[in-house]
């Protein structure tokens, strides 16, 4: 396991990515490693407006020239995110990561697997597809979004997915872009059509992951999720983000997750 | 950086504050527990609980409110697998205990008491009694001063109660606590408070209401230990509400306490508990106290 810290970090780039979205980089001279599915806690900004730090899921990890390099993607939604929307360049924040469990992915893994990301549970999907895209394993990258505005990184996705001899499939729920419809619908369609997939790794909003655990558990496919619980602290200590077990225990998400094998879940969670 | 609280020797005054550092061994890379000055447990109940649904926790100005629902592993499992690692590290350990029930806080102790390495109890007396008609014992004198004396016969160790700021009486359930044999006394628990969801139209929180900590507090918390100094000057006092730096805690000091908990602003920065230590002891060094006793309950009235 990669020693959590806790660092102060410079916001190094930023780059819009939707209406609603951008793209962080943060930058430390210190070493940091992560896996997809890991995230950070940061501060978004000083005083106590937010008090609490935001997770983010981690999109990227980079060292070169003695500089780690976090990249980050980002929602705005409330205050914390509007306030690293606007953070000048070079402006010092607190990053307390790696923080949590991340997908499991083994070196030579054969595939093909199936990534399905909805909205900006994009980063550890796309982390994971850099990943698997370099060792080789193949995969498809289910993309969706509520409008083609909103759909993140296409053309990243797209040329991740081919460096893996895989496929983007783009959905959007008022059809604007891609199929029209719910990612996990596209996957289920798939599925249907006889495409046979070793795993499935997802990360979006709950309800989509409650879909795909439900399109798993049918279709007797493996499945890790990236669940997404409002997080007070990130370390397992405030016991704000619990998810029921199978095994009937509530475990922080932040501590034990936030990626959990659907099937270790409490069936109640998805049904 | 010495002080105590009653009988109970603390090499500094700041603690982990129960329900905020997990049983004390959770952010051991950040926070050693044998470098505070002790750490309190998370509530413990006879039995495991699983605790409220979810959403149970909400961000609000300068604060949070939280409505965990005493979730915890169980005095049991604390004693197996904690207590021997806060022991074998020297860690000043304080058993938060809780109970729907007056007989369950005597079980909780009654399982603590066959083990070493317990510096304290710690009465949560802001649950409801489910005996009472869901009273708070921390709400009624009556009713804590007979939960004091029936824990108190059950021990001989320090005995704390952390009173509830929602008490009606505050000076009056503090009495009642020292009356019924409390050793010291912990002050703030969280202040009763709602998050409304304007477009929902519902509560933030799935239990409707829950208890506001954070820097929000610390003026009613700070208004709360000065009183309770004022009315009990002999009473050991644990002042909790807010700190979140080292200036913080000598605050709780002046105003009369002997020793501090750190709780919300571990989440925060999970290191927050020891560096008020350092803040602290840099306070006392530029302000020119040889002895941080010196604060306890040194404000000037003017």
């Known amino acids: ?271 | 950086m010495a002080t105590s609280v009653g009988a109970v020797r603390l090499a500094n005054p700041v603690m982990a504050a129960s329900g905020t550092f997990g049983y004390g061994l959770d952010l051991i890379d950040f926070c050693p527990p044998e470098r505070l000055g002790a750490v309190v447990s998370k509530g413990l109940s006879p039995q495991p609980r699983p605790g409220n649904p979810m959403p149970r926790i909400v961000e609000t100005a300068a604060g949070m409110i939280n409505a965990i629902g005493l979730q915890n592993i169980g005095v049991e499992a604390f004693c197996r697998d904690a207590l021997p690692l806060l022991r074998a590290r020297g860690a000043v350990v304080a058993v938060n205990v809780f109970g729907a029930r007056m007989e369950e806080y005597l079980e909780v102790i009654a399982r603590c008491e066959r083990e070493a390495g317990v510096a304290a109890y710690e009465l949560n007396v802001s649950c409801p009694n489910v005996t009472a008609g869901g009273m708070e014992f921390g709400h009624d004198p009556a009713l804590l001063e007979t939960l004091a004396r029936r824990c108190r016969e059950a021990t001989r160790r320090p005995l704390w109660v952390k009173l509830s700021p929602n008490a009606p009486d505050l000076v009056a359930t503090a009495r009642a606590a020292a009356a019924g044999g409390a050793d010291a006394l912990t002050l703030i628990n969280t202040v009763r408070a709602m998050a409304i969801d304007a477009v929902a139209r519902r509560p933030v929180l799935a239990n409707g209401c829950g208890g506001l900590s954070g820097p929000a507090v610390k003026p009613i918390a700070l208004r709360m230990v000065w009183e309770v100094h004022r009315a009990l000057p002999e009473v050991p006092l644990v002042g909790i509400g807010g700190v979140e730096t080292g200036r913080d805690a000598a605050e709780f000091l002046l105003a009369g306490a002997s020793a501090v908990q750190v709780g919300t602003a571990t989440f925060r920065d999970p290191a927050a508990p020891l560096r008020i230590v350092a803040e602290l002891e840099r306070f006392c060094e530029t302000q020119g106290i040889a002895d941080v006793r010196e604060l306890i309950g040194g404000l000037q009235w003017r």
């Open chain 1, 1 to 271: 396991m990669i020693a959590r810290r806790d660092l102060a970090v410079r916001v190094a780039a930023r780059t819009d990515l939707s209406p609603t979205c951008f793209r962080i980089a943060l930058t430390t001279p210190e070493p940091l490693a992560a896996v997809p599915g890991q995230f950070g806690m940061v501060a978004c900004g000083e005083g106590f407006d937010p008090l609490l730090r935001r997770a983010f899921s981690i999109a990227g990890v980079a060292r070169r020239e003695g500089v780690t390099i976090v990249e980050l993607m980002v929602k705005q939604i409330g205050r914390g995110s509007a306030l690293l929307r606007r953070a000048p360049l070079g402006a010092e924040l607190r990053l307390l990561a790696p923080l949590g469990n991340g997908f499991t992915l083994a070196p030579g893994e054969e595939g093909p697997l199936a990534l399905v990301a909805g909205g900006i549970g994009l980063p550890p999907l796309l982390f994971a597809a850099e990943l698997l895209a370099a060792q080789g394993t193949a995969f498809d990258l289910y993309l969706g979004a509520a409008t083609a505005a909103e759909l993140l990184e296409v053309e990243h996705c797209r040329s991740a997915a081919a460096a893996a001899g895989g496929e983007l499939v783009c959905t959007t729920d008022d059809g604007s872009a891609g199929e029209a419809g719910f990612v996990t619908a596209a996957l289920e369609r798939r599925l249907a059509g006889g495409r046979r997939y070793a795993r499935a790794l997802a990360c979006g909003p709950n309800p989509m992951l409650r879909a795909l655990a439900r399109l798993a558990r049918e279709r007797g496919l493996e499945a890790e999720l990236s669940l997404e619980e409002p997080m007070g602290c990130g370390v397992g200590v405030c016991l704000g983000c619990v998810v029921e077990l199978a095994d009937g225990r509530f475990v922080p998400s932040c501590k034990e997750g936030p990626v959990f094998p659907a099937s270790r879940l409490a069936a109640r969670w998805s049904a």
